[in-house]
């Protein structure tokens, strides 16, 4: 008699290797799920995101409070942009209606905020639709150590997916920055929205650290809250004299030179329902 497989046993094998490879799948496209993180170093923050720091596999979306925050918004992406380990280049890849009434880009601003310009490649695109093909050949070359793309409108929920599925399979984060009226659903696995903050002066009343309101609007599998963050040129610096924003300082993680710390005490989640107060110089150059 002929040995043969009963059917059930090669179909419940077959399912077996097809779960196997779905649960293999499933962290690439859920972004970074168990794998590397970027921490802000600032314990409150850090705890509200999964893995406790910025997820690097992942679209991150980063929008402003109001049109007027727009240039705020890119700073805090152009300062996060910066803290991204290694001297792989980071790609910034921008469209006309994407960064509409900011004027060119600038790499002394960009150096003003951490991101060293020696790092940068800049893509210009044409329109959104080439800026969304740039954005994805990008990832899936795996060269940058991150990209930062201001892409206008033109990332609905079926973009977000194909952007979410690249930076996912790259390990590279996608930093997104969208204006204030664009943003709706994606898959994104956070969302930023930032608000423009008095910058902190020296003695003479020169800029000596950028600050923005930030708020975690959205955090896949973490927590929302609100923060007053200001850039650290310099780790060693106390230029905010509250003992809350030492926080940072007595943590044990510090990843780069170029890092965040708390400025004052909102970490109240009560606090993104709150109004803004007005005002505030965009952290921009």
């Known amino acids: 008699m002929e040995n043969r497989r009963e059917p059930s046993a ?17 962290p690439r ?24 720091g910025l997820a ?22 152009v300062a996060l942009a910066g803290r ?78 194909r952007l979410q599925r690249a930076a996912a399979g790259s390990g590279r984060p996608l930093l997104l920055l969208r204006t204030a009226g664009a943003v709706g659903t994606s898959v994104a696995m956070t969302r930023w929205r930032i608000a423009a ?12 650290a950028w600050r923005w309101r930030v708020r975690l609007e959205r955090c896949r599998n973490g927590r929302p809250g609100a923060w007053l963050l200001e850039r650290d040129p310099e780790p060693p610096a106390l230029v905010v004299p509250h003992t809350e924003i030492l926080e940072a300082e007595s943590g044990e993680v510090d990843h780069a030179a170029h890092r965040f710390r708390l400025a004052a005490p909102l970490a109240d989640p009560a606090l993104a329902e709150r109004p803004r107060e007005g005002g505030g110089a965009a952290a921009a150059s």
């Not at 690097?56 to 992406?77: Q, R």
């Open 10 to 26: 090669a179909l419940g094998a077959t399912r077996d290797e097809v779960i196997g490879a779905l649960r293999r799948l499933l």
């Open 29 to 52: 496209l859920d972004g970074a799920a168990g794998g590397d993180v970027l921490p802000f170093g600032i314990a409150d923050l850090d705890a509200r995101l999964p893995g406790g």
């Open 56 to 77: 690097l596999g992942a679209l991150h979306e980063i929008a402003p409070e109001t049109a007027a925050d727009m240039p705020a918004a890119l700073g805090f992406a």
């Open 84 to 161: 991204l380990p290694g001297r792989a280049p980071v790609f910034v890849v921008e469209t006309p209606r994407g960064l509409a009434g900011l004027g060119a880009l600038s790499a002394h601003g960009f150096a003003g905020l951490g991101l060293d310009p020696a790092r940068l490649v800049l893509v210009s695109a044409a329109d959104d639709r080439d800026g969304l093909w740039a954005v994805e050949e990008a990832l899936n070359s795996g060269g940058p150590a991150g990209i930062l793309a201001a892409l206008g409108g033109a990332v609905d929920l079926k973009a977000s997916q």
């Open 197 to 208: 903050a008095p910058a902190a002066r020296d003695p003479f009343g020169l800029v000596a």
